[in-house]
Protein backbone atom coordinates (compact mmCIF):
# COMPACT_ATOMS: atom_id res chain seq x y z
CA UNK A 1 0.00 0.00 0.00
CA UNK A 2 1.25 3.23 -0.81
CA UNK A 3 2.03 6.05 2.02
CA UNK A 4 -1.26 8.37 1.00
CA UNK A 5 -3.42 4.97 1.16
CA UNK A 6 -2.02 4.14 4.70
CA UNK A 7 -2.82 7.90 5.53
CA UNK A 8 -6.51 7.86 4.09
CA UNK A 9 -7.05 4.65 5.74
CA UNK A 10 -6.08 5.85 9.47
CA UNK A 11 -7.90 9.04 8.94
CA UNK A 12 -11.01 7.97 7.50
CA UNK A 13 -13.82 5.89 8.69
CA UNK A 14 -13.04 2.18 9.20
CA UNK A 15 -15.18 1.18 6.68
CA UNK A 16 -12.82 3.05 3.70
CA UNK A 17 -11.25 0.69 1.70
CA UNK A 18 -8.30 0.99 -0.64
CA UNK A 19 -7.74 -0.96 -3.90
CA UNK A 20 -4.91 -0.84 -6.08
CA UNK A 21 -5.93 -0.25 -9.88
CA UNK A 22 -4.16 0.21 -13.06
CA UNK A 23 -6.95 1.98 -15.63
CA UNK A 24 -4.68 0.67 -18.45
CA UNK A 25 -5.84 -3.06 -17.83
CA UNK A 26 -8.62 -4.42 -18.51
CA UNK A 27 -8.30 -7.13 -15.96
CA UNK A 28 -7.21 -4.68 -13.40
CA UNK A 29 -10.74 -2.77 -13.77
CA UNK A 30 -12.73 -5.62 -13.80
CA UNK A 31 -11.27 -6.82 -10.28
CA UNK A 32 -11.73 -3.62 -9.17
CA UNK A 33 -15.70 -4.18 -10.23
CA UNK A 34 -15.80 -7.56 -8.77
CA UNK A 35 -13.84 -5.87 -5.44
CA UNK A 36 -16.91 -3.04 -5.39
CA UNK A 37 -19.41 -5.75 -5.96
CA UNK A 38 -18.63 -8.21 -3.10
CA UNK A 39 -18.30 -5.03 -0.72
CA UNK A 40 -21.41 -3.51 -1.48
CA UNK A 41 -23.31 -5.63 0.48
CA UNK A 42 -27.27 -3.99 0.99
CA UNK A 43 -25.93 -0.57 -0.94
CA UNK A 44 -25.89 0.67 -4.30
CA UNK A 45 -23.06 2.09 -5.90
CA UNK A 46 -23.40 6.17 -6.11
CA UNK A 47 -20.61 7.54 -7.50
CA UNK A 48 -17.41 7.11 -9.50
CA UNK A 49 -14.61 9.43 -9.84
CA UNK A 50 -11.77 9.37 -12.85
CA UNK A 51 -8.95 10.85 -11.73
CA UNK A 52 -6.00 8.67 -12.84
CA UNK A 53 -4.13 11.54 -15.20
CA UNK A 54 -0.49 11.15 -16.37
CA UNK A 55 1.72 14.27 -18.55
CA UNK A 56 4.14 12.78 -21.19
CA UNK A 57 5.64 15.29 -24.15
CA UNK A 58 6.47 18.85 -24.24
CA UNK A 59 7.76 18.95 -27.95
CA UNK A 60 4.80 17.87 -29.95
CA UNK A 61 7.33 16.71 -32.56
CA UNK A 62 10.37 14.88 -30.49
CA UNK A 63 7.14 13.35 -28.58
CA UNK A 64 7.65 9.11 -29.26
CA UNK A 65 4.27 7.73 -30.43
CA UNK A 66 4.27 5.32 -27.59
CA UNK A 67 4.32 8.35 -25.22
CA UNK A 68 0.91 9.86 -27.13
CA UNK A 69 -0.66 5.97 -26.60
CA UNK A 70 1.19 5.90 -22.76
CA UNK A 71 -0.94 9.59 -21.97
CA UNK A 72 -4.01 8.38 -24.02
CA UNK A 73 -4.24 5.32 -22.87
CA UNK A 74 -4.64 6.83 -19.31
CA UNK A 75 -6.22 9.41 -19.58
CA UNK A 76 -9.12 9.17 -21.99
CA UNK A 77 -9.46 5.35 -22.25
CA UNK A 78 -9.12 4.92 -18.86
CA UNK A 79 -12.08 6.90 -18.10
CA UNK A 80 -13.77 4.49 -20.98
CA UNK A 81 -12.70 1.54 -19.83
CA UNK A 82 -13.83 2.23 -15.58
CA UNK A 83 -17.07 3.66 -16.76
CA UNK A 84 -17.84 0.77 -18.88
CA UNK A 85 -17.03 -1.70 -16.02
CA UNK A 86 -19.44 0.74 -13.42
CA UNK A 87 -21.99 1.66 -15.37
CA UNK A 88 -24.02 -1.59 -14.61
CA UNK A 89 -23.46 -1.11 -10.91
CA UNK A 90 -24.95 2.71 -11.26
CA UNK A 91 -27.34 1.68 -13.15
CA UNK A 92 -29.42 0.22 -10.41
CA UNK A 93 -28.68 3.30 -7.99
CA UNK A 94 -29.27 6.32 -11.09
CA UNK A 95 -26.03 7.39 -9.96
CA UNK A 96 -23.14 9.54 -11.23
CA UNK A 97 -20.14 9.39 -12.72
CA UNK A 98 -17.28 12.04 -12.12
CA UNK A 99 -14.69 12.38 -14.89
CA UNK A 100 -11.61 14.84 -13.74
CA UNK A 101 -10.77 16.12 -16.93
CA UNK A 102 -8.85 19.85 -17.26
CA UNK A 103 -8.98 23.39 -19.19
CA UNK A 104 -7.17 21.49 -21.83
CA UNK A 105 -9.76 19.94 -22.96
CA UNK A 106 -11.28 22.95 -24.05
CA UNK A 107 -8.37 25.30 -24.69
CA UNK A 108 -5.20 23.79 -26.83
CA UNK A 109 -2.39 24.51 -25.22
CA UNK A 110 1.41 24.30 -26.97
CA UNK A 111 3.91 22.11 -25.46
CA UNK A 112 1.26 19.55 -23.56
CA UNK A 113 0.31 17.94 -26.72
CA UNK A 114 -0.34 14.65 -26.05
CA UNK A 115 -1.82 15.81 -22.45
CA UNK A 116 -4.68 18.57 -24.52
CA UNK A 117 -5.55 15.44 -27.12
CA UNK A 118 -6.22 13.03 -24.29
CA UNK A 119 -8.30 15.91 -22.29
CA UNK A 120 -10.39 16.69 -25.50
CA UNK A 121 -11.19 13.74 -26.40
CA UNK A 122 -12.26 13.04 -22.38
CA UNK A 123 -14.26 16.28 -22.80
CA UNK A 124 -15.80 14.68 -25.84
CA UNK A 125 -16.83 11.25 -24.09
CA UNK A 126 -18.01 12.99 -20.96
CA UNK A 127 -20.23 15.04 -22.29
CA UNK A 128 -21.51 12.46 -24.89
CA UNK A 129 -21.53 10.14 -22.09
CA UNK A 130 -23.83 12.76 -20.42
CA UNK A 131 -26.80 12.80 -23.52
CA UNK A 132 -26.95 9.22 -23.93
CA UNK A 133 -27.36 8.59 -19.81
CA UNK A 134 -30.18 11.24 -19.24
CA UNK A 135 -32.36 8.60 -20.61
CA UNK A 136 -31.75 7.00 -17.37
CA UNK A 137 -31.40 9.71 -15.01
CA UNK A 138 -27.32 9.34 -14.34
CA UNK A 139 -25.58 12.12 -14.05
CA UNK A 140 -22.48 12.34 -15.88
CA UNK A 141 -19.97 15.67 -14.76
CA UNK A 142 -17.11 16.72 -16.11
CA UNK A 143 -14.43 18.96 -13.50
CA UNK A 144 -11.94 21.03 -15.77
CA UNK A 145 -9.58 22.50 -13.55
CA UNK A 146 -7.24 24.60 -14.62
CA UNK A 147 -3.53 24.56 -12.91
CA UNK A 148 -2.87 23.76 -9.70
CA UNK A 149 0.49 22.55 -7.95
CA UNK A 150 0.86 18.89 -7.82
CA UNK A 151 3.40 16.64 -8.95
CA UNK A 152 2.08 15.95 -12.36
CA UNK A 153 3.07 19.71 -13.35
CA UNK A 154 5.59 19.90 -10.50
CA UNK A 155 8.82 21.88 -12.68
CA UNK A 156 10.64 18.42 -11.99
CA UNK A 157 8.27 16.97 -13.81
CA UNK A 158 7.89 18.64 -16.80
CA UNK A 159 12.23 19.08 -17.11
CA UNK A 160 12.31 15.34 -17.06
CA UNK A 161 9.97 15.74 -20.03
CA UNK A 162 11.94 17.80 -22.06
CA UNK A 163 14.67 15.72 -21.08
CA UNK A 164 13.46 12.55 -22.96
CA UNK A 165 12.23 14.90 -25.70
CA UNK A 166 15.89 16.18 -25.57
CA UNK A 167 17.26 12.69 -26.29
CA UNK A 168 14.64 11.71 -28.90
CA UNK A 169 15.76 14.95 -30.44
CA UNK A 170 19.17 13.64 -30.26
CA UNK A 171 18.49 10.74 -32.15
CA UNK A 172 15.89 11.87 -34.60
CA UNK A 173 16.54 15.80 -35.36
CA UNK A 174 20.22 16.36 -34.71
CA UNK A 175 20.11 20.28 -35.61
CA UNK A 176 19.75 24.00 -34.30
CA UNK A 177 16.14 23.68 -34.10
CA UNK A 178 16.39 21.86 -30.23
CA UNK A 179 18.49 24.85 -29.19
CA UNK A 180 15.05 27.20 -30.48
CA UNK A 181 12.80 25.32 -29.07
CA UNK A 182 14.78 24.81 -25.70
CA UNK A 183 15.22 28.78 -25.51
CA UNK A 184 11.32 29.28 -25.50
CA UNK A 185 9.73 25.97 -24.24
CA UNK A 186 12.15 25.87 -20.46
CA UNK A 187 10.83 29.17 -19.33
CA UNK A 188 7.23 28.02 -20.26
CA UNK A 189 7.60 25.32 -17.83
CA UNK A 190 8.86 27.69 -15.23
CA UNK A 191 5.87 29.87 -15.60
CA UNK A 192 3.39 27.05 -15.83
CA UNK A 193 4.85 25.49 -12.50
CA UNK A 194 4.94 29.00 -11.05
CA UNK A 195 1.35 30.15 -11.62
CA UNK A 196 0.05 26.54 -10.76
CA UNK A 197 -2.29 27.25 -7.24
CA UNK A 198 -1.45 25.46 -4.17
CA UNK A 199 -5.40 25.86 -3.36
CA UNK A 200 -6.07 22.48 -4.42
CA UNK A 201 -9.03 22.35 -1.79
CA UNK A 202 -10.87 23.53 -4.74
CA UNK A 203 -10.56 20.66 -6.82
CA UNK A 204 -11.93 18.32 -4.46
CA UNK A 205 -14.35 20.60 -3.16
CA UNK A 206 -15.95 20.42 -6.88
CA UNK A 207 -15.56 16.67 -6.67
CA UNK A 208 -17.57 16.56 -3.46
CA UNK A 209 -19.77 18.99 -4.55
CA UNK A 210 -20.01 16.71 -8.36
CA UNK A 211 -21.13 13.74 -5.93
CA UNK A 212 -23.26 14.93 -3.28
CA UNK A 213 -24.97 17.53 -4.25
CA UNK A 214 -28.57 17.01 -5.10
CA UNK A 215 -28.84 19.20 -8.45
CA UNK A 216 -24.54 19.47 -9.33
CA UNK A 217 -23.69 21.51 -11.95
CA UNK A 218 -22.87 19.34 -15.73
CA UNK A 219 -19.34 21.23 -16.12
CA UNK A 220 -16.99 22.28 -12.34
CA UNK A 221 -13.79 24.58 -13.37
CA UNK A 222 -12.30 25.24 -10.48
CA UNK A 223 -9.56 27.95 -10.57
CA UNK A 224 -7.03 29.04 -8.19
CA UNK A 225 -9.14 33.09 -7.87
CA UNK A 226 -11.51 34.94 -9.88
CA UNK A 227 -8.97 36.77 -12.00
CA UNK A 228 -7.76 33.29 -13.21
CA UNK A 229 -10.92 32.05 -13.98
CA UNK A 230 -12.12 35.15 -15.78
CA UNK A 231 -8.69 35.10 -17.99
CA UNK A 232 -9.62 31.23 -18.65
CA UNK A 233 -12.69 32.52 -19.69
CA UNK A 234 -11.69 34.79 -22.28
CA UNK A 235 -9.05 32.67 -23.53
CA UNK A 236 -11.70 29.89 -23.77
CA UNK A 237 -14.03 32.37 -26.32
CA UNK A 238 -11.81 34.40 -28.20
CA UNK A 239 -11.12 33.96 -31.78
CA UNK A 240 -8.43 31.26 -32.16
CA UNK A 241 -6.33 34.38 -34.12
CA UNK A 242 -6.52 36.54 -31.42
CA UNK A 243 -5.29 33.91 -28.83
CA UNK A 244 -2.80 32.70 -31.52
CA UNK A 245 -1.05 36.45 -31.83
CA UNK A 246 -1.26 36.46 -27.72
CA UNK A 247 0.42 33.20 -27.34
CA UNK A 248 3.07 34.00 -30.27
CA UNK A 249 3.84 36.64 -27.55
CA UNK A 250 3.38 35.25 -24.62
CA UNK A 251 6.06 32.52 -25.97
CA UNK A 252 8.43 35.26 -27.23
CA UNK A 253 8.67 37.05 -23.98
CA UNK A 254 9.07 33.71 -21.98
CA UNK A 255 13.08 33.75 -21.83
CA UNK A 256 12.74 36.98 -20.07
CA UNK A 257 9.83 36.06 -18.10
CA UNK A 258 10.56 32.61 -16.94
CA UNK A 259 13.80 34.24 -15.52
CA UNK A 260 11.37 35.77 -13.24
CA UNK A 261 10.05 32.63 -11.67
CA UNK A 262 13.08 30.63 -11.54
N1 LIG B 1 -2.54 19.43 -11.48
C1 LIG B 1 -3.18 20.16 -12.39
O1 LIG B 1 -2.85 21.34 -12.65
C2 LIG B 1 -4.35 19.57 -13.13
C3 LIG B 1 -5.10 20.43 -13.93
C4 LIG B 1 -6.18 19.93 -14.62
C5 LIG B 1 -6.52 18.59 -14.49
N2 LIG B 1 -5.78 17.77 -13.72
C6 LIG B 1 -6.18 16.36 -13.65
O2 LIG B 1 -6.38 15.98 -12.31
C7 LIG B 1 -6.18 14.56 -12.17
C8 LIG B 1 -5.27 14.31 -10.99
O3 LIG B 1 -3.97 14.82 -11.29
P1 LIG B 1 -3.00 15.48 -10.20
O4 LIG B 1 -2.73 16.87 -10.61
O5 LIG B 1 -3.51 15.22 -8.81
O6 LIG B 1 -1.67 14.69 -10.50
P2 LIG B 1 -0.99 13.45 -9.74
O7 LIG B 1 -0.78 13.82 -8.32
O8 LIG B 1 0.16 13.06 -10.57
O9 LIG B 1 -2.14 12.35 -9.77
C9 LIG B 1 -2.33 11.50 -10.85
C10 LIG B 1 -3.03 10.27 -10.33
O10 LIG B 1 -3.30 9.39 -11.43
C11 LIG B 1 -2.96 8.09 -11.00
N3 LIG B 1 -2.62 7.24 -12.15
C12 LIG B 1 -1.69 7.44 -13.11
N4 LIG B 1 -1.66 6.42 -13.97
C13 LIG B 1 -2.60 5.53 -13.55
C14 LIG B 1 -3.06 4.28 -14.01
N5 LIG B 1 -2.55 3.70 -15.10
N6 LIG B 1 -4.04 3.64 -13.31
C15 LIG B 1 -4.59 4.21 -12.20
N7 LIG B 1 -4.19 5.40 -11.71
C16 LIG B 1 -3.22 6.06 -12.38
C17 LIG B 1 -1.76 8.27 -10.10
O11 LIG B 1 -1.64 7.15 -9.28
P3 LIG B 1 -0.18 6.74 -8.67
O12 LIG B 1 0.17 7.85 -7.73
O13 LIG B 1 -0.44 5.43 -8.01
O14 LIG B 1 0.74 6.68 -9.85
C18 LIG B 1 -2.17 9.51 -9.32
O15 LIG B 1 -2.97 9.17 -8.23
C19 LIG B 1 -5.59 14.09 -13.52
O16 LIG B 1 -6.61 13.51 -14.31
C20 LIG B 1 -5.12 15.39 -14.15
O17 LIG B 1 -5.11 15.33 -15.57
C21 LIG B 1 -4.69 18.22 -13.03
Not at 21 to 37: G, L, M, N, R
Not at 110 to 115: K, N, Q
Request: aromatic residues 8%.
Amino acid sequence: MSGGADELKRSCSERFCTLHVDVTQDDSVQKAKEFVEKNLGKCELWAIVNNAGIYKGVIAEYTKISDYQDVLDVNTLGQVRVTKAFLPLLRKSTGRVVNVNSIAGRISLAHITPYTMSKCAAVGFTECLRRELDAWRIKVISIEPEFFKSPMNSYETMDKALEINRKDADTEAKSSQWQQYEERVKPMTSIVSAISSPKMWRVTNAMEAAVSMEHPCSVYVPAGNVVKRIFWYIVEIIPAIFLDAGLRVIHGMAPFVGRLFK
